[in-house]
């Protein structure tokens, strides 16, 4: 099972997909917002699929800081949106504990990567 709570709310589903369009929305964030996020990766899901990656998007009204605390055993890669709908990377970092970037208004989306056997993973975002 994969939790996303934050911004007021809890969304929960036996896999994150890794469509973007299938992602689950944070919503627009603000200052002082926080979010955590928990699931597992690097196994094969309830449908069968090979789940190598986890995906949320967010969108920014502000420019902010976005500061994430994570699980060393994970990939995670933040993502900003064009007008498009095309991704394009502005962030990323394997296997570390931290990630801290500075945003501008958009939308945006994190994704969760494993290389490997099945883990259990927990992350805490923050935006200031």
């Known amino acids: 099972m994969d939790i996303l709570t934050g911004n007021g709310r809890t969304i929960a589903r036996k896999d994150f997909s890794s469509d973007w369009n299938l992602a689950p929305k944070l919503g627009k964030v603000k200052a ?19 789940d190598s990656s986890d995906r949320i998007k967010f969108s920014l009204l502000q420019p902010l800081a976005l500061n994430l605390n994570l699980d060393s ?7 900003r949106f064009d007008a498009a709908g095309s991704a ?8 570390g504990n931290n990630l801290q970037l500075q945003l501008a208004p958009g939308q945006y989306g994190l994704s969760l990567f494993v290389e490997g056997d099945r883990i259990d993973y927990s992350i805490a975002g923050q935006f200031s």
């Open 73 to 79: 055993q994970i990939i995670a890669e933040v993502v």
């Open 88 to 95: 394009f990377v502005v962030g990323t970092i394997e296997y």
């Open 32 to 50: 002082a917002d926080d979010f955590l996020l928990s699931g597992n990766l690097g196994d094969t899901n309830r449908r069968g699929k090979w």
